[in-house]
């Protein structure tokens, strides 16, 4: 076995134990394999067993491999901050974008989907505990901007995204993982039909899964430290 075989049943088995610790069903949480600035060799590993969702945060970098990998049936996320310029690139490779934070690039995504793929799934980064400088709607815009995002026909609306800074301990981690799950049940009351809660990454995955995650992040704890990174 690989490493990274044995590490993604590590962390599949972290899952499971908090999925049990807070009484949820296993099936309700995905795991997304975080890729940057790993090459295409360590998706296939990854793979080999069973893992078939990647997240990206370069869109260059992140297309690149998507080509390299065109053959096996892989499901890529884009997590990293979308600038105007790029795009077409994300609506022409992506089959997720889990950093829409403006409706401008949110039309921009509607535009330029081609015809023939599926609607892009669509994630709002919500910026849940204020931090600054940080990407992500305001909690209390979020709303307006899931409403208008909910309209555009080639993009598919599913949920809310937030990467809070790092908690000092469990119970710290889950309150403000907590306040992104009352913010999405908010926006669910609203008749947003929302069911994606992108929460918890290789260090909180379990204060996030405690708090209602619905699909958790993880880079480190499968493909190890990432050294430099990756430009674009
Ligand atoms: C890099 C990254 C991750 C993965 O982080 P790890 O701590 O390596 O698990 C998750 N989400 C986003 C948005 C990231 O940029």
Redesign the pocket.
Known sequence: MTTIAQNLGAVRARIAAACAAAGRDAREVRL?A?S?TFGPEAVREAHAVGQTAF?E?YVQEAVAKIEALRGLPLEWHC??PVQGNKTRLVAEHFDWV??VDRLRIAERLSAQRPEGLAPLQVCLQVNIDAGANKSGVAPQDALALARAVAQLPHLALRGL?C?PEPAPDFDAACAVHGRARALFEQLRAAGLPLDTLSLG???D?EAAIHAGSTLV???????GQ?TAPAAG
């Open positions: 997304l975080v940057k997240g945060n997590l990293g889990h950093s995204m990467i990454m290789t260090a995955l992040r993880v880079g480190t704890a499968i493909f990432r």
